[in-house]
Each structure stands twice: as C-alpha cells, then as structure tokens.
C-alpha cells in the first residue's frame, strides 16, 4: 500500500547568501503491505515526523519516490495531493487536532462535506463512526467536555469516516494517561483484523512499537533496521 524508494530530504534555514542545509532523511526504502500495522521509531531528531509528513503531503521530499496504492503520490501537485488524500489518507494525530467549537457529530462529519457527500448519506456514516467508537451518547458534547480518550476516539472515527484503505497516525497515545492508551492499541489492532485497514505509525513508545506487525527503526536519518513482531 505504501512504497518507500531512496527518499531524502533536507531543511534549508538562513537567507540567501547565508543558508544552512540540515539533513533529516537520507536513502530511505521500505514498504508497508496492504492490511500491515508498521510502527516507525527512533529518537527525537531521527526524522519520523518528516516522514509521515512526507508520506502525507504535506511537504515535498527532495529526492525520491512514495507510492501510495500504486499512485506515484510524490510527484502530484499541491491541489491532486489534496483530493487524493481525502480518498485514500486517514489521520490520528497526538493532539486530536479536533475543531472546539464543535461537536464530536460535527467534527467526524467535517471529511464527509469536504468530499461533497449529501446530508443522508453524511448523517448515517457519522452515526455509525459513533457507534463504532461508543461514543453515540456524547455526540453533542465539544472535546472540552470529553475525556482524552474519548478525543481520541473522535479522531479515530474522523480518521475512518471516508473509509480510508490507510491510517497515518503521529504519537497516538502521547496525550493519553496509560490506561487509556491501552484500550486506543486494542481499538487499532481491531480495526486492523475486522477491516483490513493499514497503519503507518510513528511513535516513541515501546507499548505501541509492539502492536506493529514490523517495526522500521530510524536513526540519523536513516532506516537502522527492521523488526517482526
């Protein structure tokens, strides 16, 4: 689903005249087959974060490919990427990144009008995300008045609501008490054996690391090596 070939990329900071190039990922290559959980660790500083946000889109790599279900997503322009990933891209991310100013309905069902999906259709796939995530008695509730986990949970069914075949997630559970954390892991690998859905997650965290099907570790910029769970 996911194909990784000779990625590299780099941060330029200073004026011209006067720049300093920081390498962050050097010769990257690894894929991420169809219904897998891969986790990517490594250090602060090692460069997982640029990577899924590489993976996302979100910025160009300077050399390279990605792959994303056979599309060469790397080399589409701004505003392709943008309607390709509402198709084929979910997202978790550590801070919710929820909208406080509205419900947990309004949040799941935001990705459904993005996507031009007619209100019917919207109101019975965002009523069935919040049975999924057992949330259908807080759906007037704002994600101030929810617990982290239960934001977390608004996420996940925003992340799944436009049936995404990939989920990218960002430190999942770093804002998530340990407990907590625990049920999000067991909720992933669910969704993962019921429906098939790929993960690519970045995390720090050794608890998350082993839900991984393969870990990929990233030191320095590079992959280090892999693991099987």
Same mark, same amino acid.
């Given at each position: ?52 946000? *590489?993976v ?16 060469? /997503? ?7 990427? /943008? ?7 979910g ?18 069902? *935001? ?8 209100e ?25 008045? *929810?617990?982290?986990?239960q934001?977390q ?15 990218? /997630? ?22 993962? #054996?019921?429906?098939?859905?790929t993960? *690519? ?23 280090? #090596?892999?693991?099987?769970?």
């Amino acid at each position: 689903m996911i194909s990784i070939k000779n990625l590299s990329h780099d941060f330029e900071i200073g004026k011209r005249g006067n720049k300093t190039i920081i390498p962050v990922l050097r010769d990257v290559t690894f894929e991420v087959g169809k219904g897998e959980i891969v986790t990517i660790v490594g250090r602060s500083g090692s460069g997982k974060s640029t990577l899924l946000n *590489l993976v996302s889109g979100f910025i160009r790599p300077k050399d390279g490919e990605i792959i994303i279900d056979g599309v060469e /997503a790397s080399a589409m322009n701004e505003s392709k990427f /943008a309607d390709f990933r509402i198709e084929k891209l979910g997202f978790i991310f550590q801070s919710f990144q929820l909208i406080p100013s509205m419900t947990a309905y309004q949040n799941i069902e *935001l990705p459904l009008i993005l996507k031009g999906i007619n209100e019917n259709e919207r109101k019975n796939r965002t009523n069935e995300m919040l049975k999924m995530v057992g949330l259908s008695d807080y759906q007037d509730h704002y994600p101030g008045e *929810l617990s982290g986990g239960q934001q977390q949970r608004v996420s996940i069914a925003r992340a799944l609501v436009v049936n995404p075949p990939i989920i990218l /997630a960002d430190e999942p559970t770093g804002s998530l008490d340990s407990e907590t954390e625990e049920d999000l892991l067991e909720f992933i690998i669910k969704l993962n #054996e019921d429906f098939g859905i790929t993960f *690519l997650i970045i995390t720090h965290d050794e608890r998350v690391a082993r839900i991984g099907h393969r870990t990929i570790e990233l030191r320095d910029g590079r992959v280090l #090596e892999e693991a099987f769970a």
